[in-house]
């Protein structure tokens, strides 16, 4: 079968994040059982433009999305064309059985033009992103389109990450036709180290609004007025206006000695943190699923994540996890869990939770 993924990232782009872990595991997977994949997608500084990886053959286009919120306003209209252009070509010059049409806020609109099987694969309806990411009147208007967009695609085969996801498209569009893809984390074994000395937590994700990183740092603001020692590790890039922001809202706060901003580290660095932190802080205001939850708990590492992001589905308070439910929160939870004898139980329930989830166990159900 030959098939044709459409995403606005690879997972070599340096903004790439758990969308694109997913499906390009799904897309070396096709691969590997005989199957031809090609992926288009957008280029980023210093990329090639065509490039096989693991079987996949990525297709990048121009020109590159900005950071900023304006700076995608004007570049991802003509991304979205110039992809939609390619991806129209090899449908009508190649024999394209499947299109896997991934939206990230807008999609690629193939029931105009493709007659393939053509499959809507949706990590998250944005919904509230809209207002965290964009200013009035852009968030209104987004959030019209993506009722428009969601009606667009009711008779379209739909693939969903979660319940959660299947449940915010079915109030969308009353689709019938959604299916939950399996997803799961590569097994990687824990770093022979222990947990910090003093009392820690990490921030994983890219860093824009959505996410909660600023939410992340005001907890740690609350946590390092009762335990001075705390520290705050944060993992991911961003554009350099909002990095600047979250770096003077830690100068603010009085806690710069406090925080480390990491930036983007190897896989091997990244879990070697996972495992020396306390608890991952997870204050995203929606997720599709939550990946890092599991990559944490891997490394007995347990989530406090915000409620209502769809990672409540995944965690069970106080037992593999804690929920919170607004900002004060966070600090009390990690106050009252980190030092005493619940850790333990939510260390256990956090990597027990994890192996559930191994990709050697889900791809060979498929």
Not at 66 to 88: H, M, N, Q, W
Not at 103 to 125: K, Q
Not at 286 to 307: C, D, H, N, Q, Y
Not at 308 to 329: E, K, M, R
Request: aromatic letters at 12%.
């Amino acid at each position: 079968m030959n098939i044709l993924i459409l995403d606005w990232r690879d997972p070599k782009n340096p903004r790439s994040g758990g969308a694109e872990v997913i499906t390009f595991k799904y897309a070396k997977h096709w691969a590997r059982t005989g199957h031809s994949v090609c992926w288009i997608c957008n280029t980023f500084p210093g990329c090639s433009r065509n490039e096989m990886l693991s079987g996949v053959k990525f297709i990048r286009v121009s020109p590159n999305l900005g950071f900023t919120v304006f700076e995608l306003i004007f570049t991802y209209p003509l991304f979205l064309s110039a992809a939609i252009l390619k991806a129209f070509r090899l449908i009508h010059t190649q024999k394209i059985d499947m299109v896997i049409d991934e939206i990230h806020g807008l999609p690629f609109f193939t029931p105009f033009y493709s007659r393939a099987r053509n499959v809507l694969l949706v990590c998250e309806v944005a919904g509230p992103i809209w207002d965290k990411m964009f200013p009035f009147p852009i968030s209104l208007i987004g959030k019209f389109l993506e009722k428009v967009i969601y009606y667009v695609y009711h008779n379209t085969e739909t693939w969903a990450i979660s319940q959660n996801t299947k449940k915010d498209i079915f109030d969308l569009n009353k689709n019938s036709n959604i299916k939950i893809l399996p997803l799961g984390i590569d097994f990687k074994k824990r770093p022979n180290v222990k947990k910090f000395s003093f009392p820690s937590a990490v921030f994983l994700g890219r860093l824009v609004k959505m996410k909660g990183v600023e939410s992340a740092i005001a907890a740690a603001a609350d946590i390092a007025k009762k335990l001075p020692k705390f520290h705050l590790y944060i993992i991911g890039l961003a554009g350099n206006e909002y990095l600047d922001f979250l770096k003077n809202l830690a100068f603010d706060l009085k806690i710069s000695k406090n925080v480390t901003f990491c930036g983007r580290l190897t896989e091997e660095a990244k879990y070697k943190l996972l495992a020396q932190c306390h608890f991952l802080l997870h204050p995203s205001y929606k997720e599709g699923f939550g990946l890092t939850v599991l990559e944490a708990g891997l490394m007995g590492t347990p989530t406090i994540a915000r409620t209502g992001s769809s990672l409540d589905n995944l965690i069970t308070h106080a037992h593999n996890g804690l929920i919170f439910t607004n900002n004060q929160n966070i600090s009390n939870l990690f106050i009252n869990y980190y030092s005493r004898q619940q850790y333990q139980k939510l260390q256990k329930g956090a990597t027990k939770l994890a192996t559930r989830y191994l990709w050697n166990k889900i791809l060979t159900k498929l």
